[in-house]
């Protein structure tokens, strides 16, 4: 198996356990025309387009976790042409129907990276993501002001979960070091040239493991055609921990386990080093 077949998956299932959020809509009547622009594939150069990043800093920023890179076999190429190193293995390591249900097959790499970036932020978009939505509808139990997501709706997640809890982080470790400087330069390109995007990654691994953990399902309430939560704390919570609450505990403590072993796979070199 190529090495590059397994690097992607981890980075993803950050996000892609959750990516049906961002299609919520009114339970018993879903927007077509909202869905149809969703489902729309975006063009890579409004991918690029679309990415806002704040200004880049005027002074390199100390790596608080850097990643040793061992030298290539060959040159990597660019970021905007490595689709085609990544794609074919990760299409055979997921199989053909997998690969065409979970993923977005264009820019792959870009995508990860926003993706990554943005989940601690208020707003990630979904035409950024790397993968597609779960497929159906949230489920929700009850009315009015005992409306709560059903208990079934973490099945909705499954085949996301298969991958989160079957994924070897060691291994994964070590492609993500060999593959390492193809996602340095896309996090360049997205706003952040004096930036180190493993830094990045650990701290929004940081953000999505404080994901509190309800005793209780959370009261949802329905506003216009998208549920929110009625506890404010939760409704004003990033993308990322709100797509870790709507998963469910049971599901979103195996993910943060997995984070946690990959967090400490990814931050085992020495520090100190600037870019």
Do not use: C
Not at 153 to 167: F, G, K, P, W
Not at 243 to 248: A, C, F, Q, T
Request: proline share 9%.
């Amino acid at each position: 198996m190529k090495l590059a077949a397994r690097i992607l998956i981890i980075l993803v299932v950050i996000a892609a356990i959750g990516a049906a959020y961002y299609y919520w809509a009114q339970k018993n009547t879903p927007d077509p025309v909202a869905a149809r622009q969703e489902d729309t594939p975006v063009a890579p150069e409004e991918l690029a387009s679309a990415e806002t990043a704040p200004p880049a800093l005027d002074v390199p920023q100390p790596i608080q976790h850097p990643i040793d890179s061992p030298p290539s076999e060959a040159p990597l190429p660019a970021v905007k042409e490595s689709d085609a190193l990544i794609t074919p293995p990760l299409k055979a390591l997921l199989g053909t129907d997998l690969w065409r249900a979970l993923f977005v097959p264009e820019e792959i790499v870009r995508r990860i990276v926003t993706t990554v970036d943005n989940l601690p932020r208020r707003e990630a978009s979904s035409k950024l993501w790397p993968v597609q939505p779960a497929g159906t509808w949230m489920e929700t139990a009850g009315e009015d002001e005992n409306m709560i997501i059903s208990p079934i709706n973490a099945e909705r997640y499954s085949n996301y979960m298969l991958i989160v809890q079957n994924i070897s982080i060691d291994r994964l470790a070590a492609i993500y070091r060999q593959f390492y400087p193809l996602f340095q330069r896309a996090y360049a390109d997205l706003g952040y040239p004096d930036a180190y995007f493993n830094d990045r990654l650990v701290e929004t691994i940081d953000h999505l493991l404080a994901t509190p953990e309800p005793l209780e399902a959370p009261k949802l309430m329905q506003k216009k055609v998208v549920y929110q939560f009625v506890d404010p704390d939760l409704e004003n919570r990033s993308a990322g921990q709100k797509i870790m609450l709507r998963i469910g505990v049971e599901n979103a403590q195996i993910v943060k386990m997995r984070l946690r072993e990959l967090r400490a796979a990814i931050t085992q070199s020495q520090t100190g080093l600037t870019r």
